[in-house]
């Protein structure tokens, strides 16, 4: 996995939880881990969530306006890429969803504030992320 994927996975996953993202900045990596449910060890070889349900946030208008932009913007037909403009756009939609899950629009812009540049060059690497909605969500948080 490409470290550009890891990051954007990290930080997208941890705030997989309704208020995680506040509960991060508000007190640290001990609320994160408090935050997520307890689970039994996985057994040799498989991939786990520290985070817990990520459900929130795939299933969530906002994520799926972020692939719709990133469609428009990064895609086939998208032509030159104008960074500004994804990242501005994608701004609006991450205060949005910070509004609706209760962590504010700015925390929300401040925790995911990364994640349209490094889409970019992922998208680059890899332009089949944006092929459907499942492979730009593993691109994003990894394997679910």
Known sequence: MHLKSFVVIAILAAGSA???CAQHHLHGAQAAIQAAPASQPAPQG????LQG???VWI???EVHAFYDLSVASLGKNAGKVDAVAYRDKSYAIFRAFGTRMGSGPDAMVEHLKDI???MVSIVKDN???LDSYDNFIVALMGPQ
């Open 18 to 20: 309704p208020g995680a």
């Open 46 to 49: 498989e991939t786990v969530s």
């Open 53 to 55: 349900d990520q459900s």
């Open 59 to 61: 299933k969530s208008a």
């Open 116 to 118: 349209p540049q490094q």
């Open 127 to 129: 332009p089949k992320v």
